[in-house]
């Protein structure tokens, strides 16, 4: 089969006969893909890394974002069918470690994810254990399915934030994940300010219920959002941008004993004043993947009309142009790229 190998540092192939997946145990599933979608987290570790993925499982199928056709079961699968879409819930959680037994699945030691640890879906078919393929609606066109993981980012970082409904909520940096985590806060109930520079996703996050938006490159910015919370500032503030600045951001227009929740990933080592949290009794929350149920909670979301991906997908393109029209396209120095599409 065809597929997008990652071997290391900058050194990414195509490769045209990469071994066809065969299933490893009777609870496996094999998928043909229909659509995998490319993040900023494959660009970066394309370019900065090895950072997450181990030398010991190099060479890799890269890709984590995915939906696909399941066309293969394992004789003791009784979740699915043939013919089911389902997405890829990406994570695999070991289930026994200290992190796993006390409910907090995304700090899980021995976790394994797909395109990171484990063969993604930058191919035209993947093998994966059938407990964590998720079946979707079928009146929901397929492509969006693999906006279903970003969407999930979204709902865990939003789960461990202990949002409430009427709670004053900023999301800092509206590219893919931050425009998905407006659209989640607004299905929790929460009044939400949108932050960005470009007035693209500013217009997005309006259009998805976004309560105010401001260009964060405005002399007046800190004003305006003590203006629109009686002076108090913001109860949670979501930082998704991954800049370097946005952290401090974030922190900055967070209130006076409030949470900030870290969501970006950062590409270099970032420096600030802790002061700023100390004095003001901040409290600072990271957050990275997903736990258990984060992903069901995300498919009940879309197939409820809560969450909609069709503005974000930028481009679909096919595998055989994921290098150029996908890699090399995402790395430019374009800012109106949400997400490429990458169907076999």
Known sequence: MKALIYYGNKNIKLENSWQDPKLNDEFDSIIKINYTSICATDIEEWQFGPNYIQQNDLPIVHGHEITGEVIEIGKNVKNLNIGDTVAVNNVIHCKKCFWCLNGQGGACVGMKVAGFALD?????????????LI?????IPKKYGALIEPSTVATHAIRKSGVKPGDNVAVVGCGTVGLLTVQVLKAAGAIVTAIDIRKESLDLAKSFGADF??????NDFIEYLLSITSGIGHDIVFETAGAHVAPKIAIDITRRGGKTILVGIY????????????FFEKEVIGTVGSSPGDMEA???????????PSSLVSETIK???VIKGGYEKMNSSSKSIFRILVSP
Do not use: A, C
């Not at 938006?213 to 405005?218: L, P, T």
């Not at 600030?272 to 100390?278: E, L, Q």
């Not at 995300?298 to 197939?303: A, D, F, G, I, Q």
């Open 135 to 139: 079946k979707i609606s079928d009146g």
């Open 267 to 278: 590409s270099k080592e970032l420096s600030m004043n802790f002061n700023d949290i100390v």
């Open 298 to 308: 995300t498919v009940m979301l879309l197939n409820q009309g809560k969450i909609d």
């Open 120 to 132: 993604g879906g930058l191919s035209e078919y993947m093998r994966w254990p059938s407990t964590h």
């Open 319 to 321: 595998l055989d142009n």
């Open 213 to 218: 938006v401001y260009d964060s490159r405005k």
